[in-house]
């Protein structure tokens, strides 16, 4: 077949025999096609042209996107590498402030130990008292600007997070304002905590957080109050299915705020003015921190200020249901406005006298401080400046509890307590561990507790928190049968958490007699399980109702039972709980004698109900 002819099957497809698959280009024709019959070919060269150029201008684009994108992906390198060596640098500045705020502890605890040791002697004089209490206070606020560096420090490293564990929101609001209530007293001002009666109580969230939060705020405002009050009021903003929304406001009637300094009041290293930092001193970094913790918490916090007025801070957060509290503990939620006085401080904090205490720490000073503390409240103190001389000492004394150091050489705290677990599985016998740090590390409690430790202080020492804690975690020879002295029931503080209400009073007994019988159940039914975390929350719910309605010894011995284990000391925890039951019964007999005079509108009577309860 000629080329002609191939040519001409394909301008005339409809003929005879064509097979499509002999048609040909007309590009490939161009040279055997006559002029005449070419013509209607210059067309498709011109798109050819243009196509072969566009196609270049492509390619040319192409190739000048990928450079760009090569480019990118370098640039995007280069800041990465940027990014992890200025985090990297921050993590070692935050090391360094961490190891930096453990050296100037040391000498701090010292002066802040032995200051509020010397302060105790009922023979000082006031001119020495005065001078020695303006020392322990001026040490206090420079540990507290310690604090704050170092906290902004991990803040800004992105080394600070945020938990989630179960807590009771009223117990821990209530506790968190004791301390500060010495100080607003100090001050002769009203220190109140207002919890709104619909608030719930059981929820999951990071009560350390939150109390450093509130703590902060209420702190600012004694400081910044000479006359007048603050308030402390926690109110239910929203209530989800799995959440409730909790507002937090703190206000006081002090100076107040100038409104153009309210934009710049959570800014790093400001004031209020210049005179705040003359007058009262600080870092300017405790509202930076708290702001940016209610941030971490998906809260945000927002202030409302008048000079001469004073000013409110309040922040709203969302915290997560637990599981729901005791009815009978609810009834703290009919008296919305608790004002807390020294007296109420004081009252919290129970002795617990005669303990024999292991105190482990390689600082001699520290350990001249901790035994001076202890021997004050009358414990008798083995000191130990080592792990390994713990370990030894341990060979020969069977202590009541350990006072650990976490940082020491050779063998450290973490090391030691997990040697004296392991010597204990042969002996049966298990002593609580308390650590000791001045790192002041969030995660240092959660480390300690997987070492097998009780519990975590940071130094310098709270002598007040460390005797509540010893009385918590006392062994079995301070859960004993209590005596004469031992209030099972007080009426006048539990008829005024009622308001004095007869039928109130009534249907709180009634609860009670329904709650205690579930709860001890569920505790009986996690120690014959060795349920540790079932056995902590019943014992711990009874220990937040007895605390509610004023039965004070039963409340004592469920403090102490709680920091047991089940799995570790089955036979300890069943003695602790047949006198756990005698106190159940013996305060519901108090009770629903109490309920029932004031039911049948007698005259109540008055005063703490103390029994033993081998009477009962």
């Not at 009073?505 to 609860?511: D, I």
């Not at 205690?516 to 569920?522: D, E, H, S, V």
Request: charged share 25%.
């Amino acid at each position: 077949m000629s080329i002609r002819t191939v040519a001409t099957k394909v301008a005339h497809p409809s003929l005879i025999g064509f097979d499509p698959h002999l048609a040909v280009h007309p590009a490939l024709l161009r040279g055997a096609i006559p002029g005449e019959e070419r013509n209607g070919y210059e067309h498709d060269d011109e798109v050819e042209v243009a196509v072969r150029a566009r196609t270049r201008s492509l390619s040319a684009a192409n190739e000048a996107l990928r450079a760009e994108i090569q480019q990118q992906k370098q640039l995007v390198q280069q800041l990465r590498a940027r990014e992890a060596e200025t985090r990297r640098l921050s993590l070692l500045k935050s090391e360094f402030l961490s190891n930096l705020s453990h050296e100037i502890r040391t000498p701090i605890s010292a002066i802040i130990g032995m200051t509020d040791v010397a302060l105790r002697c009922d023979e000082l004089g006031a001119e020495a008292r005065e001078h020695l209490a303006l020392a322990r206070d001026s040490g206090t606020s420079l540990l507290q600007m310690i604090n704050h560096i170092l906290d902004f420090s991990k803040i800004e490293a992105g080394r600070m997070s945020v938990e989630s564990v179960a807590f009771s929101l009223r117990e821990s609001v209530r506790d968190w304002m004791k301390p500060l209530a010495f100080e607003a007293s100090r001050k002769n001002l009203r220190l109140v905590c207002d919890i709104a009666p619909n608030v719930g109580d059981a929820f999951l969230g990071d009560p350390m957080r939150l109390r450093q939060v509130l703590v902060n705020l209420a702190g600012n405002a004694i400081k910044f109050t000479e006359r007048g009050m603050v308030t402390v009021r926690v109110e239910c903003e929203a209530v989800a299915a799995k959440h409730t929304v909790c507002r937090f406001t703190v206000s006081d009637t002090g100076a107040g705020i100038p409104r153009n300094r309210l934009k710049d009041i959570f800014a790093p290293f400001q004031q209020a003015s210049a005179s705040t930092s003359r007058l009262h001193g600080g870092s300017g970094l405790g509202l930076t921190i708290s702001a940016r913790l209610v941030e971490m918490m998906k809260g945000r916090i927002t202030v409302e200020s008048e000079v001469g007025k004073g000013s409110a801070f309040s922040f709203a957060i969302p915290l997560a249901h637990g599981q729901a509290p005791s009815s009978a503990a609810a009834v703290s939620s009919r008296s919305a406005e608790c004002e807390l006085a020294d007296n109420a401080l004081r009252a919290s904090v129970r002795r617990s006298s005669g303990l024999e205490i292991l105190l482990v720490d390689d600082n001699e000073i520290n350990r001249r401080v901790g035994q001076a503390m202890l021997q004050q409240a009358g414990h008798r103190v083995t000191l130990a400046p080592s792990g390994a001389d713990a370990l030894d000492s341990l060979r020969q004394l069977r202590p009541d509890a350990i006072l650990m150091d976490l940082q020491m050489p050779n063998m450290d705290g973490m090391a030691a307590a997990a040697a004296i677990r392991r010597a204990e599985k042969k002996t049966g016998y298990r002593v609580p561990i308390i650590a000791l740090t001045a790192r002041a590390e969030a995660d240092d409690e959660a480390r300690c507790r997987a070492a097998g430790m009780d519990g975590c202080m940071t130094k310098p020492i709270d002598p007040a928190r460390l005797l509540q804690l010893l009385d918590r975690i006392a062994p079995e020879s301070n859960t004993s049968v209590p005596g004469p002295g031992e209030v099972v029931l007080d009426r006048d503080a539990l008829f005024a958490r009622v308001g004095g209400d007869a039928r109130l009073l009534g249907e709180v007994a009634e609860q009670f007699q329904e709650e205690q019988g579930k709860l001890m159940t569920a505790v009986r039914e996690a120690i014959a399980n060795r349920d540790a975390g079932e056995y902590r929350y019943a014992m711990h719910t009874l220990h937040g109702m007895f605390r509610t309605l004023g039965g004070d010894a039963a409340q004592a011995l469920t403090g102490r039972l709680e920091m047991l284990s089940p799995a570790i000391e089955p036979a300890r925890i069943k003695s602790g709980y047949a006198l756990l039951e005698k106190a159940v019964h013996a305060f519901e007999s108090e009770l629903t004698a109490f309920a029932g005079a004031a039911l049948d509108r007698e005259e109540p009577v008055s005063g703490q109900v103390a029994r033993q309860y081998a009477e009962s």
